[in-house]
């Protein structure tokens, strides 16, 4: 049985970082959106008529805003948990910065053009906000979480009545579930709500995402009082924590819930859950409440085995959907040109010895499965101290690439950086002697096996070559580890030259 006709599907189907999904469909079409954190361009969005096979096809967000506070990595900040909607004919995205409010963008269509950020409530803390027009009454509300961290508070779900155009709330606010009044509950968060069957409904996880679980909440009144139900948890699977995602059905009435399971480097994959409901009408997720790792495919119209891009040759300069800035990014970073490959400036940095401050660094998701990386780079620019690589990006990290000497000489190297509360010095140190590169250019390669165990590897033309001992990608605190190209120079006067970087390449093993 091929693919495109297997009755069945597998889980996760989404295999990378794709943290706290929701989402919505549209006729025959289904959109998904999911945390961006402190990368531009933040939101992506992606499309399936399956709900098994995902593409990305862009993203709502160019810049994140205040766009001062992004200028460098804030790589925990930023676009938390967004939930997408569509309403009056557009596509609505609101979320959480934790550190600035709640915000919104919103589009006539999935590809845009998307509004600029729109601040619907300032605050610290408030987080994973979710919209609800009711179409019952022509009311609108907003739902959203608490981050203690920067408020004091957590484990609630405060609700607002909202303007209808979406600008902004109408009240102060009431708190409308209190984890805190429910035994055994903490860490409420990630709420996404919904009319259904004359009830409010809101589908938010608790217990935390590495062991908890996904709850359901129904009212007849928005501001309550709320009924609460455990409706998905690990039971005896090996899906820790099924936390935080979304429901949606599909033309025929069929009902689905995708949400995430954290995995560590590899960031919070998404599932795919089938949902119908009791006889007490209630939800039921999975299998009678227990995650499934392969179930019937939806009854939906067949569609090509699909996946998000991940390969790129770098047509005219331009990188594809799948990459992202570390920060918010300024003009002349990547140059457009006539052919094929990636023209990276080398910025100036006063901190070039440590790869996690460069809001200049291109990355994209880290691989699910054991995976082969490789990229080709020519370090063009004659600046002494120059560099350029490919990186496994995260509290710890590890990049293998290029560096011009003082004499002009161009050195392979290869080096790490420790997590940054196990560093002593802050800066990194090599993970292998340098190794002269004439001409140049070299193929880069890293090697990923189970536990996101990474080895790195060079060739100068006559095979590749293991350099350094295994390194195990980390995360940040909410991110998965992420892929990275980046051209450096030390911080001086004048242009620093470019770095060249052909036929990005990622190959399951």
């Not at 810049?63 to 557009?90: I, N, Y």
């Not at 059905?249 to 119908?276: I, K, N």
């Not at 063009?380 to 590890?398: N, T």
Request: aromatic residues 10%; glycine residues 12%.
């Amino acid at each position: 049985m091929t693919p495109e006709t297997a009755a069945t599907y597998t889980n996760p189907v989404l295999n990378a970082d794709w943290s706290d999904p929701d989402v919505v469909r549209v006729g025959d079409d289904f959109y998904l959106t999911a945390s961006s954190f402190g990368r531009a361009p933040g939101l992506p969005l992606l499309h399936s008529r399956d709900l098994v096979n995902w593409t990305l096809v862009g993203h709502a967000l160019d810049r994140l805003e205040p766009a001062e506070a992004f200028a460098t990595p804030r790589q925990d900040c930023g676009v938390w948990a967004p939930s997408l909607r569509h309403h009056d004919d557009r596509f609505w995205i609101f979320w959480g910065d934790p550190d600035h409010g709640i915000y919104q963008v919103n589009a006539p269509e999935i590809g845009g053009p998307w509004t600029a950020p729109h601040l619907v409530k300032a605050g610290k803390g408030l987080i994973d906000a979710c919209p609800l027009w009711d179409e019952e009454t022509g009311e609108a509300y907003l739902v959203h979480g608490w981050a203690r961290s920067r408020s004091g508070i957590k484990n609630r779900l405060t609700g607002h009545r909202m303007h209808p155009d979406g600008t902004g709330v109408l009240d102060e606010g009431e708190v409308i579930v209190d984890g805190d009044r429910l035994p055994g509950w903490f860490t409420l968060e990630g709420p996404k709500l919904y009319r259904h069957d004359g009830w409010f409904w809101i589908l938010a996880p608790a217990g935390s995402v590495e062991t908890g679980w996904q709850g359901a909440f129904r009212s007849r009144e928005f501001f309550g009082p709320y009924e609460e139900k455990v409706v998905l948890e690990q039971k005896d699977t090996d899906v820790n924590g099924p936390h935080q995602g979304g429901w949606v059905r599909t033309p025929a009435g069929e009902d689905w819930f995708l949400h995430f399971q954290s995995r560590g480097a590899y960031g919070r994959v998404v599932h795919l859950q089938p949902m119908s409901w009791g006889a007490d009408g209630w939800p039921v997720l999975g299998d009678d409440g227990a995650p499934v790792a392969e179930h019937t495919r939806p009854a939906l119209p067949p569609q090509a085995p699909a996946a998000p891009a991940t390969d790129d040759d770098f047509p005219g300069g331009r990188f594809g959907h799948q990459w992202s800035w570390a920060a918010n990014p300024r003009d002349g970073w990547a140059a457009r040109h006539a052919g094929d490959g990636l023209r990276l400036a080398c910025v100036r940095s006063a901190d070039v010895h440590d790869l996690r401050k460069q809001p200049n660094a291109l990355t994209q998701r880290l691989p699910g499965v054991p995976s082969v990386v490789e990229v080709e780079l020519s370090l063009d620019s004659e600046e002494p101290g120059a560099r350029a690589g490919l990186a496994v990006l995260g509290d710890a990290y590890r990049w293998i690439g290029l560096q011009r000497d003082a004499d002009g000489t161009v050195q392979l190297v290869h080096r790490f950086a420790d997590a940054v509360a196990e560093s002593v010095t802050g800066t990194e140190r090599d993970a292998d002697r340098p190794r002269p590169v004439p001409g140049g250019r070299v193929r880069l390669r890293v090697e990923t096996v189970a536990g996101a165990r990474c080895r790195f590897f060079y060739d100068l033309g006559d095979g590749p070559r293991a350099t350094g001992r295994e390194f195990a990608a980390t995360p940040w605190r909410w991110v998965g580890a992420l892929l990275g190209l980046f051209a450096l120079a030390p911080a001086g006067q004048g242009d620093a030259g470019t770095a060249g970087f052909t036929r990005f390449r990622i190959t399951p093993q």
